[in-house]
């Protein structure tokens, strides 16, 4: 199983980015994806997640700001990230839950001015 993430970046406060996670080897349609966060000498936490129905859950830091979505045809879930803060930085990773849980590589996301 591979799970490929990009999309991150350096981005201004209240810029924009959109991550991308990109599965193989598992069967994505019937698979919970979920995206989380690492800042530096902080804990991972989950930012958002949908399962395979297209629930979604947010963390309250997120809610409103950031939409996670996914391309059953593409493999892909998304997550857009809007009104970006500075305490949004941190490196972003895709897991993905069926059965068993796998995580991608992460992505960094920058926010500075």
């Known amino acids: 199983v591979q799970l490929q993430a990009s999309g991150g970046g350096l981005v201004q406060p209240g810029g924009s980015l959109r991550l991308s996670c990109t599965a193989s080897?598992?069967?994505?349609?019937?698979?919970?994806m979920g995206w989380y966060r690492q800042a530096p000498g902080k804990q991972r936490e989950l930012v958002a997640g949908?399962?395979?129905?297209?629930?979604?859950n947010y963390a309250n830091s997120v809610k409103g700001r950031f939409t996670i979505s996914r391309d059953n045809d593409k493999n892909t879930v998304y997550l857009q990230m809007n009104s970006l803060k500075p305490e949004d930085t941190a490196t972003y990773y895709c897991?993905?839950?069926?059965?068993?849980?796998?995580w991608g590589q992460g992505t960094l996301v920058t926010v500075s001015s």
């Open positions: 897991n993905a839950w069926n059965y068993k849980l796998y």
């Open positions: 949908i399962s395979d129905g297209g629930t979604t």
């Open positions: 080897g598992i069967i994505f349609s019937t698979s919970f």
